[in-house]
C-alpha cells in the first residue's frame, strides 16, 4: 500500500510538471479573431494574453462602433482561447489520473 501511494505521489508531481509545460507551450500557441467585415482583428495566446489588436482607419471615425466590434471580437477570441486553453489542460491532467472506476464521468 505505501509503495501505491508513493507511486501515485510520483505521477502527481509528474502530472504538475506536465501541465506547468503545457500553460508554457500555451503562450505559444495564437488564436486570431476578426470582427464583422473584418475592421478589426484580435490576436490573443491561449493563455489569453492579448498580443496584438488591428484596427482598420474606417472604425476610427465611429467610436461606438469600434467599441462593439472590440467587445464582440474580444469575446469571440477569449472564448476559443479558453476552449483550447481547458481542453489540453484537462488532457494532460486525465492523463495523469489514477485509473479509478467511475472517475471519467465525474470529470465531464
Same mark, same amino acid.
Given at each position: 500500500?505505501?509503495?501505491d ?7 502527481? =508531481? @509528474?502530472?504538475?510538471?506536465?501541465? =506547468?509545460?503545457? =500553460?508554457?507551450?500555451l503562450?505559444?500557441v495564437?488564436? @486570431?479573431?476578426?470582427?464583422? @467585415?473584418? /475592421?478589426?482583428?484580435?490576436? $490573443?495566446?491561449?493563455?489569453?494574453? $492579448? ?13 461606438? =462602433? /469600434?467599441?462593439?466590434? /472590440? ?6 477570441? $477569449? ?15 486525465? @492523463? ?13
Amino acid at each position: 500500500m505505501f509503495g501505491d501511494m508513493m507511486g501515485m505521489m510520483g505521477k502527481l =508531481k @509528474e502530472t504538475q510538471e506536465k501541465v =506547468k509545460a503545457t =500553460k508554457q507551450r500555451l503562450n505559444s500557441v495564437f488564436i @486570431e479573431e476578426t470582427s464583422p @467585415e473584418d /475592421l478589426l482583428k484580435v490576436t $490573443i495566446t491561449a493563455n489569453r494574453d $492579448i498580443k496584438s489588436i488591428e484596427v482598420d482607419d474606417s472604425l476610427l471615425s465611429d467610436k461606438e =462602433k /469600434l467599441e462593439d466590434y /472590440l467587445v464582440i471580437t474580444l469575446n469571440k477570441a $477569449i472564448a476559443k482561447a479558453t476552449n483550447v486553453n481547458e481542453t489540453e489542460l484537462a488532457a494532460v491532467a486525465k @492523463e495523469g489520473m489514477p485509473d479509478i472506476p467511475g472517475m471519467d464521468s465525474f470529470l465531464k
